[in-house]
């Protein structure tokens, strides 16, 4: 990210990861952050955190048409 689109501490982030065959695009706070190109249509979702404890709520995966 060129700058900090992450909320302070105590507030929540909204984070929607799109994937469409190989393109995956992460939006954080409604901003595209990052786009990738992966080798495959399949695989996992992992969530990290950098060393802190991070908490999250209310997760849902779906299909899209």
């Known amino acids: 990210m060129k ?3 992450l909320k302070p501490a ?3 982030n909204v984070y929607d990861l799109r994937c469409d065959g190989s393109k ?3 939006a954080v ?3 595209i ?3 990738t190109d992966s080798a495959g249509e399949k695989g996992y979702v992992g969530l990290q955190a ?3 404890r991070i908490e999250f709520r209310n ?3 779906q299909e899209l048409p």
């Open 50 to 52: 950098e060393g802190y």
């Open 33 to 35: 952050t990052s786009t």
């Open 3 to 5: 700058e900090n689109r």
């Open 24 to 26: 995956c695009t992460l």
């Open 59 to 61: 997760l849902t995966i």
């Open 10 to 12: 105590g507030e929540w």
């Open 29 to 31: 706070n409604g901003v």
